[in-house]
T-cell receptor, first 111, second 112 residues
Framework: SQQGEEDPQALSIQEGENATMNCSYK?????LQWYRQNSGRGLVHLIL?????REKHSGRLRVTLDTSKKSSSLLITASRAADTASYFC???????????FGAGTILRVKS | ETGVTQTPRHLVMGMTNKKSLKCEQH?????MYWYKQSAKKPLELMFV???????ENNSVPSRFSPECPNSSHLFLHLHTLQPEDSALYLC???????????FGSGTRLTVV
């Protein structure tokens, strides 16, 4: 069953602008993760934020987590054309060893 | 390369064929997973293996048969598939709970 749902479904921005993607989920989680996928390829793990964390940074990425609203956001600052890809959030629940993915946001960065 | 290798990269098979997908990792991870990615649908978890033991079968049809002979190898045996089974099949591995997954590049399967 789908746990995370991303918003927007698609986002088109100019190089240098910031990109924000949101994710909502339904059940209690152990952690939430963001992944990136270039067209037709495997997914690449970007960042993991645990349920007791509120914010995390990695390079140009900033992730926030609000467990009271069951939502997360991924911010990519100073975007580049190479950031063009699909971005997925995925949740690991408190029980079990599996990730459930959302439908993803397609990001296009125009140069 | 991510450390998770999937073969073949592309596969075209008829509905009466039998084929197998292979996944291999030498990252020392304890868990391995099969996911299916169809167009315009979220990734669907198919199977989970922890320490070679299957711990999750997400209501997958019996025409998909997984095999995990050891912690480094995972197979997906395919037989009498349907055209709607055409998709990108992704293998992933992880060290444990609370760690990110490492994905392979996937096998693009087309059933004709």
């Amino acid at each position: 069953s789908q746990q995370g749902e991303e918003d927007p479904q698609a986002l088109s921005i100019q190089e240098g602008e910031n990109a924000t993607m949101n994710c909502s989920y339904k059940t209690s989680i152990n952690n939430l993760q963001w992944y990136r996928q270039n067209s037709g390829r495997g997914l690449v793990h970007l960042i993991l934020i645990r349920s007791n964390e509120r914010e995390k940074h990695s390079g140009r990425l900033r992730v926030t987590l609000d467990t009271s609203k069951k939502s997360s956001s991924l911010l990519i600052t100073a975007s580049r054309a190479a950031d063009t890809a699909s971005y997925f959030c995925a949740t690991e629940t408190e029980y079990g060893n599996k990730l459930v993915f959302g439908a993803g946001t397609i990001l296009r960065v125009k140069s | 390369e991510t450390g998770v290798t999937q073969t073949p990269r592309h596969l075209v098979m008829g509905m009466t064929n039998k084929k197998s997908l292979k996944c291999e990792q030498h990252l020392g991870h304890n868990a391995m997973y099969w996911y299916k990615q169809s167009a315009k649908k979220p990734l669907e978890l198919m199977f989970v293996y922890n320490f070679k033991e299957q711990t999750e079968n997400n209501s997958v049809p019996s025409r998909f048969s997984p095999e995990c002979p050891n912690s480094s190898h995972l197979f997906l045996h395919l037989h009498t598939l349907q055209p709607e089974d055409s998709a990108l099949y992704l293998c992933a591995s992880s060290k444990n709970r609370d760690y990110g997954y490492t994905f392979g590049s996937g096998t693009r399967l087309t059933v004709v």
